[in-house]
C-alpha cells in the first residue's frame, strides 16, 4: 500500500487532508505535526518507506524545505508537495503541474498530483519547475541560496527577505542567469538558509523578473522567423 506522509501544524486541515485523501484514492496517510513528531514516528515503524511528502512549507516546529531535504536523503524516490504560507491570490504565475498547494487548498488539483506521484518508478527524481521554487520561496519571503541542477547544468539563486538579489550558473550571472535556469523547466533544487551572496546585482522585483524570464522562454522556444520583430 502507498504511503503518505502529511504534517502540518494545524491538526484540523491535517485530518481534513487525511481523509480527502482517503476518500478519492484509497491511500492511507499517517499525519504528525512537527519535524520532531515526524522522526519519532518514523522511528516506531518498520519496514515503512513513505513515497509522497506533503508537507506545511514554515510553521512553528517545522520547516518543510529541510524536512523535505532530510527524509529525501533517507527514503529514495521521496516526492514531495508543499502548503506555501501564503494564499493562491498572491501567486503571479500560474505553473502545469504544480507541487505547491497553498490555500484555498485546490483538493481536485492535490489529488491528482498524488495519483500522478504514485505512478512514477520508485527511484524517480523529485522534480519541480524552477518558477515554481523561486515563487514559492520568495512569496514565503526566504533568505538564502537555492541551488538548482538539472543534468549537468548547476546554478544557484541567492534571496533576501524575498527579494532575488544575485544568480550564478555556469556561463551567466545576475539577470541572465535566472532568465538560464528558469530555461531549464524542471530541476531538482537544494535550499541552505546559510548561505549569502557578497553581490548584488538583480535590481527588478522578483515577480517583474520571473515574468521576463518566461517571456523570453517562449520566444526563445518560437522558430527563429517568428521571433524577429514586426
Not at 17 to 36: C, H, I, M, N, P
Not at 66 to 94: D, H, K, N, V
Request: hydrophobic letters at 40%.
Amino acid at each position: 500500500m502507498t504511503q503518505l506522509l502529511i504534517v502540518h501544524r494545524d491538526a484540523d486541515i491535517g485530518r481534513q487532508l487525511v481523509q480527502l485523501v482517503k476518500d478519492y484514492t484509497g491511500y492511507e496517510s499517517a499525519f504528525t505535526r512537527s519535524e520532531s513528531e515526524t522522526l519519532v514516528w518514523l522511528r516506531r515503524q518498520s519496514g515503512i518507506h513513505p513515497r509522497i511528502l506533503l508537507v506545511q512549507l514554515e510553521a512553528p516546529g517545522l520547516d518543510g524545505l529541510a524536512l523535505g531535504a532530510m527524509l529525501s536523503g533517507i527514503f529514495a524516490g521521496l516526492q514531495t508537495l508543499f502548503f506555501p504560507p501564503y494564499s493562491a491570490s498572491e501567486q503571479r504565475i500560474e505553473i502545469a503541474g504544480s507541487k505547491i498547494f497553498p490555500e484555498p487548498i485546490d483538493g481536485e488539483r492535490l489529488i491528482a498530483m498524488i495519483e500522478r506521484s504514485v505512478r512514477m518508478i520508485g527511484n524517480a527524481p523529485d522534480l519541480f519547475h524552477a518558477i515554481d521554487v523561486l515563487q514559492m520561496c520568495c512569496l514565503a519571503k526566504r533568505s538564502g541560496g537555492l541551488q538548482m541542477v538539472t543534468g549537468s547544468q548547476m546554478g544557484t539563486v541567492y534571496l533576501r527577505e524575498g527579494r532575488i538579489v544575485q544568480a550564478d550558473t555556469q556561463s551567466a550571472h545576475g539577470d541572465d542567469a535566472v532568465f538560464e535556469i528558469v530555461g531549464w523547466g524542471e530541476i531538482e533544487f537544494a535550499y541552505d538558509c546559510g548561505v549569502n551572496s557578497p553581490l548584488e546585482t538583480v535590481k527588478r522585483t522578483w515577480d517583474e523578473l520571473l515574468i521576463a524570464a518566461v517571456e523570453e522562454r517562449q520566444r526563445r522556444a518560437l522558430p527563429e522567423w517568428r521571433r524577429q520583430p514586426a
